[in-house]
């Protein structure tokens, strides 16, 4: 129960609070006008200012003698600190502006956001795809101490005017390429408009159908992934080439085997989640480098537990290129620390190294040839090419001083050149970073200051891609058993041997019986890069496998209690191995196999090209596409479509 005094005051208080403060208000009111009117004024004449004014500025202006002055500062203590000493001192020893850098980079805080700063969330890669290959291509040779071979200057060999060019995109792997910001080079154009004003066959003709079919097929095995949305604009780099002069240093042909794992990033994600953590619309991820995982598949079908792809190793080899490939996407979707050089190919061909959605339609695309016409009447605009062609020549430090785009999807691209023949793996990848926050303090609690990088999640793994051996069977059906055929268990292998010295794959067509080693010494066409023409050796297809049983071919029906022409039955062989081991070779797995067809298509190919001097590892097909492009009016007189 409450206290009656205390209920007695609240009331009071209630009922006549209100007018004690007004009172009380108005009394304090009261005295302050008093107090004003009885206070005395300030005692300040005009006159009185104008005098003290003159003073002032005679005394300011009156002169003094130079005896009088150095006498003062004697009288003070103040002696001469001996300046001249002092400043030829400084001059001797030049300062480093690095002693006076502020320790972290000036933030400008944006309006309703704050300065505490969190973990930007990494996202995974998506699309991965991995797709084997091999070929032979030059590499600079390292010492002990993993530095490049100095070579004589007299000694080096002459360059044309493609391997300058070539060389010329190695040292400035994100400049653009050649002629035009697309990445188009100047030797690729050239190929092109002479493909254009040469003669050939009508554009109508079943031939020059057949010929744009081909070179379509050959197009689509470069690209990796399905095709997406537009990109958007390219970005336009600095063409200004690099100071430094290398070399020359020695260079090696020889061949390699290697599985282009590529993918796609969603790099706006990526900003977006920046932003949000660093508070900056001007952060975005500082790629470190692109962490790669792999599994091998034994031969009872289990996998291995995942382990790293040696980087080092790798980098070695893609870093150390003294030529480098043109590439199909456009620069601002490709981050170097994402996306290994391709290597310009003497032997082979690249196949699915580029992600499809992220080239552009014109490249991905083979045009219809203009009718009537050696060049088109759209290419040339005003001027031998449109005003187009040519390419064109901020936040805090932390988020400038590194590579950025603006695309919101960019491509990741990993060559494993660790591989091992015959052997099944599949992949996954992550992305590194590095840490925004490192050695930072305006972060919220929890937040890693100390770690340098940061990990995103691991992409979901590729499908299984195999390795083929250096020397590989394919069963492609039954051999057919004419009238007066001595055995009729005789079976097609289509046979391809890679050498790894040149990188040189050949292919041939054989057929063997049971009891048979697959495989013997057969002379062939071997295919050059240097427009000599293809020159006949004898190559040992022996696979040291011997067939000990087949199925297959043409069956009569009427095992099946049917009455009918026979069934064509997919042809299927056993072969034993020099270990013991039995493999099984089946046409319906087989002949459609897209490694075996690549192969196959490329050593056709390179054969008929051998009377060529390469100019490109994306095929002739690429070259001539791109004259199709000019020819069908792809530069118009403003410039690019």
């Not at 797709?131 to 490049?148: C, H, N, Q, S, V």
């Not at 996306?339 to 339609?361: I, Q, R």
């Amino acid at each position: 129960m409450a206290n009656a005094q205390v209920e007695k005051l609240k009331a009071l208080g209630l009922r006549h609070g209100e007018k004690a403060v007004v009172g009380l208000s108005a009394a304090l009111c009261l005295l302050f006008l008093v107090f004003a009117v009885i206070k005395p004024t300030i005692p300040l004449t005009p006159e009185e200012v104008a005098s003290a004014a003159k003073a002032a500025d005679a005394n300011l202006n009156r002169r003094q003698d130079s005896d009088d002055i150095l006498k003062r500062l004697e009288d003070e203590g103040i002696k001469n600190p001996g300046f001249e000493k002092v400043v030829d001192a400084q001059a001797k020893q030049a300062l480093d502006a690095n002693a006076f850098k502020v320790a972290r980079p000036w933030v400008t805080p944006e309006p309703g956001a704050g300065l505490i700063r969190d973990t930007p969330v990494l996202v995974a890669v998506t699309d991965l795809t991995a797709y084997p290959g091999r070929g032979g291509f030059a590499i600079m040779p390292l010492d002990d101490e993993g530095k490049r071979i100095a070579e004589d200057p007299a000694e080096a060999k002459k360059e044309d005017t493609a391997t300058t060019a070539r060389r010329r995109r190695k040292r400035r792997r994100s400049a653009m390429g050649g002629m035009s910001s697309g990445g188009m080079s100047g030797a690729m154009m050239m190929s092109g408009m002479m493909g254009g004003m040469m003669g050939g066959p009508p554009p109508d003709s079943p031939e020059a159908k057949k010929e744009m079919e081909r070179k379509a097929r050959e197009l689509q095995r470069k690209l990796a992934g399905k095709a997406g949305a537009e990109t958007g604009k390219e970005k336009k780099k600095d063409e200004s080439e690099d100071a430094t002069q290398e070399g020359p240093f020695k260079e090696e042909t020889k061949g390699f085997r290697w599985v282009a794992i590529t993918g796609v990033l969603d790099h706006k994600k990526m900003r977006d989640n920046y932003l949000a953590a660093l508070k900056s619309s001007a952060a975005q991820p500082n790629y470190k480098q692109l962490n790669v995982e792999r599994q091998s598949r034994g031969r009872d079908g289990s996998w291995s537990d995942w382990e790293e792809v040696d980087i080092a190793k790798n980098h070695a080899i893609s870093y150390n290129l003294p030529e480098e490939e043109e590439e199909l996407t456009p620069d601002d979707v490709r981050i170097d620390a994402l996306v290994d050089p391709l290597p310009f190919l003497k032997a082979g061909y690249l196949e699915k190294v580029h992600v499809v959605s992220l080239v552009p339609k014109e490249k991905r695309e083979i045009p219809k040839a203009p009718a009537g016409g050696m060049m088109g009447s759209g290419m040339m605009g005003s001027g031998m090419m449109g005003s187009g062609m040519m390419g064109g020549a901020a936040g805090p430090e932390e988020f400038t001083n590194f590579q950025k785009t603006e695309a919101d999807k960019i491509m990741v691209r990993s060559l494993d050149f660790t591989v091992e023949p015959d052997t099944t793996y599949r992949f996954r990848v992550q992305v590194v970073v590095f840490n925004p926050n490192y050695n930072r303090e305006d972060v919220s609690p929890g937040v890693d200051t100390k770690a340098v990088e940061l990990k995103g999640p691991w992409s979901e793994p590729t499908e299984p891609v195999t390795m083929p051996a250096d020397v590989t069977v394919y069963a492609m059906g039954k051999a057919p058993a004419g009238q007066g055929a001595r055995r009729n268990d005789m079976v097609q292998f289509q046979i391809t041997r890679w050498n790894p010295k040149d990188g040189v794959t050949v292919v041939r067509q054989l057929d063997y019986g049971l009891g048979q080693i697959v495989g013997e010494p057969k002379t062939t066409q071997i295919p050059t890069s240097e427009g000599t023409g293809a020159k006949s050796s004898t190559i040992d297809y022996n696979s040291r496998q011997i067939l000990i049983d087949e199925t297959g071919g043409n069956q009569p029906v009427s095992q099946l209690g049917a009455v009918g022409a026979p069934l064509d039955v997919p042809a299927v062989s056993l072969l034993v191995r020099p270990d013991g081991s039995v493999v099984v070779r089946n046409e319906a797995n087989d002949r459609p196999d897209p490694v075996r067809k690549d192969m196959a298509e490329s050593y056709a190919r390179e054969v008929k090209e051998s009377t060529k001097r390469r100019e490109n590892s994306q095929g002739s097909g690429y070259g001539a596409m791109m004259g199709g492009m000019m020819g069908s009016g792809m530069m118009g007189s403003g410039g690019r479509r």
